[in-house]
């Protein structure tokens, strides 16, 4: 299907995913990023004007807590008890729905 064309009805439509890398400047467990991927799905199907859609995004259930704690075992300079977030927190999503165009 062309990504500019209209949907007919009963067609699915987009699938995406990715990947990310972050910087570990303030992290007191290690001095180098454990790298990961992020994978997404969206799918949607169309009847009439009506549009059903199933989503999930991290996939592969990819999250910092797997790696290394959240929390530090004192404060830093400047009083924070957590460190950076650089990787996702919620673990795998799923969620759907529907939209209705008038």
Do not use: C
Request: net charge positive.
């Amino acid at each position: 299907m062309d990504p500019g064309a209209a949907p007919r009805d009963g067609q699915f439509y987009l699938i995406r995913g990715g990947s990310r890398s972050w910087s570990v400047e303030d992290n007191p467990f290690r001095n180098r990023s454990v790298p990961y991927h992020v994978f997404g799905i969206l799918v949607e199907r169309y009847f009439g004007p009506l549009r059903i859609f199933l989503n999930g995004e991290n996939l592969n259930n990819a999250r910092q807590t797997k790696y290394d704690p959240l929390l530090r075992s004192r404060p830093n300079f400047d009083g924070r008890w957590t460190v950076d977030e650089r990787a996702p927190l919620e673990g795998r999503v799923i969620n759907g729905g529907f939209r209705l165009s008038f």
